[in-house]
Structures are given as structure tokens and as C-alpha cells.
């Protein structure tokens, strides 16, 4: 992670191993404040493979909101 006055930088890594192949799937990381409500949101759109998926990804939000979040919530859909 690295801070600006405005800006926020900080990156993301995620490990899903599947037992089958998916062609899509989203994936999505919620950022919450404290109150439980999403202040930012990451989605990605992913073809996973029979076995370890590694991924990873690099965003930018606000300074401002970056101060509000308390904590993340992951969740994984795919579609037959």
C-alpha cells in the first residue's frame, strides 16, 4: 500500500483452487465502514482452471474513503 495526500494505492491477491474449470465466474472484494455499509467495490471477471488460481491486481481509490473502510468481504459466483 502506499499513501498520497489524495490517493491511495494498494494491492490485492487472491487464491481459489476449483475442482472443475469455469469460463466465468466474478469475483468481488467489498470494502465496508464501520457501519457495514460498501464504501468501495473491486469486481473482476475471471476463467478459472482445474487446480490453484493465483491472481492479483493493483487499485486507486480516494484517501478519503480509503479512511472510512473497516473491513473487506470477498465473494465468488460462477455461472454454469
Do not use: P
Not at 494505492?9 to 476449483?18: H, N
Amino acid at each position: 500500500m502506499a499513501q498520497h495526500k489524495l490517493l491511495v494505492t494498494f494491492a490485492w491477491k487472491a487464491t481459489i483452487t476449483s475442482d472443475k474449470g469455469w469460463d466465468a465466474c466474478d469475483l468481488s472484494i467489498s470494502f465496508l465502514d464501520g457501519k457495514g455499509r460498501e464504501v468501495y467495490k473491486i469486481s473482476e471477471r475471471l476463467n478459472l482452471k482445474v487446480g490453484k488460481n493465483n491472481l492479483e491486481g493493483n487499485e486507486i481509490c480516494d484517501s478519503a474513503i480509503w479512511r472510512r473502510m473497516r473491513k473487506y468481504i470477498t465473494t465468488l459466483d460462477c455461472v454454469f
